[in-house]
């Protein structure tokens, strides 16, 4: 069964590859076909689900990797199973969901193949045993969000919101792999099954806040935790079924799984409950109230996402038992309400053209399937009994109450943070689904029979898990107490129930609630307040100060790269020359052996001083001349003096090609300049007596260098090889043609290679004319 | 203007030079020759012809885009690269088949994939130069 979820697994990505192939196919049906691999994979982890025994996990091997230390190797485990069948159940859901949602949108190829591909790499995420494939699924979730927040890129908004997401995510991502990285060195293993078993705590190393800043970097990225928060909002520009999906069960609460991860190697320090504790209840708090001030429905679903992003991470701050079962549950509870919602608006909004809160009413009536999935998770949403909502909430009560140094702090917050999603709930229940008073009737574009059964499955599947929990929570237990074991190292008794007994949290509770009814009756003042308090808090709008800080980088990398990159050939060369020449002749200046070698020059012979006297000449008559014909002929007479030399030194090969290529230089050189304008000087006496001692030091730099190099003896010359194997392993006399196409061949290969780009490089220099042609631009 | 003689030899002179070109590449792993002289030989017969034809006439003769021959040069490169890997050996190793006496392998295989490749760069180049400067059009 394990292995055939991770085949599953697979099977998802190959899916998302091949959605190209398979949409002409299905058509209209791509969608609820797709949605069958992630059910199956769903299938197969609820039978691990019941069956796996306590205090296990598996891991399963691939036997494929980039690296030694980078291997696909994936566990199964109580944590990765309740996120692995949040993903896959939510995202089957909302597969069938968006087969009717996206029907009339373009490019369905395109969301299918991300979304599908989305999944996978989300799956690969939790599943995951090997930090660094863990990071590859968590860079890859970025990747394919950010081509689902952009989906509508025809527009301003969805293209900020996803570049805006992608920036900070990938930032987030970049700190993960560096601490993923110190991590892996520390311990010496990039498995977090080696990590669990060897009991690997990093609390009192020296680099532990490091590591610890750089995690809290990218969970606070990816989990929209305070101050990153801003970018969740923007998030839901994204068609419904994505926000449906990336709110409900992945992307954000990625951040929330890695924590929960590495909580038995990171967890538990003063710093760990501090910083986590801290931001999330900031982030907790002003996500419930931010939303409070919202008139658009997924925006106001946005920022309850962030709040409860805010909650959990401050459950995991805590870091006590309870405070872990409670962070586990509420990511269900959350995961369940969230993505049902999210549907619901969706629904909505297809069949009535609006998610203005003010402008909808009376849905219950209309609507009625609709709108008790939606007020089902709206009850689960403000913690009402009998749905798991409730059982989460006072879980994350319990858990504030018991930890006595804190609950100072946590109480208050969490108490006025619930209090306002309470509000929020009796707030959107009203105005949508009740009140009529005051409000045009709204009409619905078909009745409700008329949707297809797959768009309404999934918030009411949603729904009814939710309460089917909320009733019967010992389902969870055993699961629950498997991955307390893996996050806590430690065993722990779970006992879910509905009612706990009349105690401090269910006055807790029962006063939350009232205080909820209570805003809720004071909405308009209240309202009006929040809005006042947001419309001075957007002067310090974070999205917006991002953008400016990206604008601002991108003009200050502008300037500075076009001060280096001035587009002028000649300093280019002549940064580049003289750099080369000071590095080098400094370098040969402090070698030991002295800098001008004296020793073992053979003598010359006459032949080659007459030569050399010739080449020489052509130098420098090249450069006195005040043809540009006669200058290029006398620089061929360079190249042939030098392919002659090879001949008399008996490199055949060499000078053959010198002869060919100075040859075709020549003739093509002879072509062009006929097109050139007159030859002039243009240059200042000063600039050419600057660019001859630029000349004259490159050259005798060259000269050193060479010379040197004859020098160097190693062990056994390489040439010697060479020259005994060419016959017998390269079944070649020729050894130079054996060295460049047989011993050497990689390099060639390079060499051709860059032939090749250097013609590409030649026809779009000369042929940039064609572009106007061609292009409109 | 046209000069019949001038063309003629011309003509005759491009398929000699291929002809060589051809000798040399594969005769190149015993004696002076290999791919890239014989590429730099063949497509010197090819600029000769362009001076006098211009380039469109190239192209006719070569029947195809030299962009595409360059390509296929890496192509026949790269698959001498990776073909002893099919065979469970590193990359480039080189693969022989002795047929009666002669030794045939791999690297003739990436020689030729040099050659090709060589011949497209320089085509391409003095083609586009010979169409920039409406060379004989």
């Keep these: 069964m394990e292995q055939l979820a991770i085949v599953l697994i697979g099977l998802i990505f190959l899916m998302g590859l091949m959605v190209p192939l398979l949409r002409p196919l299905f058509k209209n049906y791509t969608g609820r076909i797709l949605a069958l691999v992630p059910f199956a994979l769903f299938g197969a982890l609820t039978i691990l689900f019941f069956t796996l025994p306590d205090q296990t996990s598996r891991i399963i091997e691939t036997g494929f990797g980039f690296l030694p230390e980078m291997q696909f190797t994936f566990r199964i485990d109580g944590v990765s199973l309740i996120f692995g069948m949040m993903v896959s159940g939510i995202g089957g859901l909302v597969l069938g969901y968006s087969s009717f949602y996206m029907a009339k949108y373009a490019g369905r190829t395109k969301f299918y193949f991300f979304l599908v591909l989305f999944m996978g790499a989300m799956l690969g995420l939790v599943f995951a045993d090997n930090l660094l494939a863990l990071f590859i699924f968590w860079e890859l979730t970025s990747i394919t969000s950010f081509f689902l927040i952009g989906f509508d890129h025809d527009k301003e908004k969805p293209r900020q919101a996803s570049l805006q997401a992608l920036l900070l995510t990938a930032f987030g991502g970049l700190c993960l792999l560096f601490a993923v990285i110190l991590i892996g060195n520390l311990a010496g293993t990039y498995s977090l099954s080696e990590l669990y078993d060897k009991g690997f705590r990093f609390g009192a190393h020296s680099d532990y806040h490091l590591v610890f800043l750089l995690v809290s970097v990218a969970v606070a990225t990816k989990s929209a935790q305070f101050p990153f928060h801003f970018w969740l909002p923007g998030a839901m520009n994204a068609p419904t079924p994505i926000s449906a999906y990336l709110h409900s069960a992945t992307m954000v609460n990625a951040g929330i799984f890695l924590l929960l991860r590495l909580n038995p190697v990171l967890g538990g320090t003063i710093l760990w409950k501090s910083a986590l504790i801290l931001a999330g209840g900031i982030t907790m708090f002003i996500g419930a109230f931010f939303a409070l001030g919202q008139k658009d429905l997924k925006r106001i679903l946005a920022f309850t996402t962030i709040s409860a992003l805010g909650t959990m991470v401050m459950l995991i701050g805590m870091n006590t038992s309870a405070s872990i079962k409670a962070a586990l549950i509420f990511f269900i509870v959350h995961g369940l309400y969230k993505g049902g919602l999210f549907m619901v608006a969706g629904i909505i909004d297809k069949n009535t053209g609006t998610r203005d809160i003010d402008k909808l009413g009376g849905l219950l009536k209309t609507m009625p399937i609709t709108s008790i999935a939606g007020i089902l998770a709206l009850l689960s949403m403000s913690g009402l009994p009998p749905m798991l909502g409730f059982i989460g909430k006072e879980l994350i009560y319990d858990a504030k109450v018991q930890i006595p140094e804190l609950s100072w702090l946590v109480i208050p917050l969490g108490v006025a943070a619930n209090m306002m999603m309470v509000a929020i709930s009796v707030l959107v229940f009203y105005e949508i689904f009740l009140s009529r008073r005051n409000k045009k009737p709204i009409a619905l574009k078909q009745p409700e029979k008329r949707l297809p059964g797959n768009f309404l499955a999934g918030p009411v599947a949603l729904a009814l898990v939710g309460l089917g929990l909320g009733m019967a929570p010992g389902w969870l237990e055993d699961t629950m107490a498997n991955a307390m074991y893996f996050i806590q190292s430690e065993v722990v008794d779970i006992d879910l129930a509905l009612w706990h007994g009349f105690n401090q949290v269910l006055l807790l509770s029962i006063f939350t609630v009232a205080m909820g009814v209570l805003i809720f009756v004071f909405r308009r003042p209240i309202g009006k307040l929040v809005r006042i308090i947001i419309g001075w808090t957007d002067q310090y709008h974070l999205p917006d100060h991002f953008n400016k800080l990206i604008k601002n980088y991108l003009s200050f990398a502008g300037k500075h790269t076009n001060r280096i990159q001035h587009g002028y050939h000649r300093y280019y060369l002549m940064t580049f020359f003289a750099a080369t020449f000071v590095l080098v002749i400094y370098q040969l200046f402090s070698a030991d052996d002295g800098w001008f070698p004296v020793k073992q020059v053979s003598p010359l012979q006459i032949h080659v001083i007459v030569v050399l006297l010739v080449a020489m000449m052509g130098v420098i008559f090249a450069i006195f001349t005040k043809s540009r014909i006669s200058a290029i002929i006398s620089l061929g007479v360079l190249g042939y003096g030098i392919s002659v030399l090879y001949m008399l030194y008996g490199a055949v090969d060499l000078a053959i090609t010198q002869f060919l290529a100075e040859t075709v230089i020549m003739v093509i050189f002879v072509m062009v300049i006929y097109h050139l304008p007159d030859f002039a000087v243009l240059s200042s006496k000063k600039s050419r007596v600057r660019d001859a001692l630029i000349a004259a030091g490159v050259g005798v730099m060259i000269t050193l260098i060479v010379l040197k190099a004859r020098f160097i003896n190693l062990e056994t010359p390489v040439s010697e090889f060479f020259a005994e194997n060419s016959f017998l392993e390269g079944h070649g006399r020729n050894i130079v043609n054996v060295i460049l196409v047989d011993f050497r061949a990689l390099d060639t290969l390079g060499e051709i290679t860059v032939l090749g780009l250097a013609a590409a490089g030649v026809f779009s220099l000369l042929r940039f004319d064609l572009k106007d042609k061609n292009t409109k631009k | ?137």
């Design chain 2, 1 to 137: 203007m046209k000069n019949l003689i001038l063309e003629k030899i011309v003509t005759l002179f491009l398929y000699i030079m291929v002809g060589f070109a051809f000798f040399l590449l594969f005769r190149g792993h015993n004696r002076p020759g290999g791919g890239f002289i014989a590429g730099i030989i063949a497509s010197a017969g090819f600029l000769l012809y362009g001076i006098v034809f211009g380039s469109e006439k190239v192209l006719e003769k070569l029947r195809t885009n030299p962009r595409y021959i360059i390509g296929s040069g890496l192509l026949i490169s790269f698959i001498a690269t990776i073909l002893p890997m099919m065979f469970g050996n590193p990359p480039l190793t080189g693969m022989w088949f002795d047929v009666a006496g002669l030794y045939l392998g791999s690297p003739l295989l990436f020689d030729i994939g040099v050659f090709v490749l060589v011949f497209g760069v320089i085509v391409s180049i003095f083609t586009n130069i010979m169409d920039v400067l409406k060379w004989n059009s």
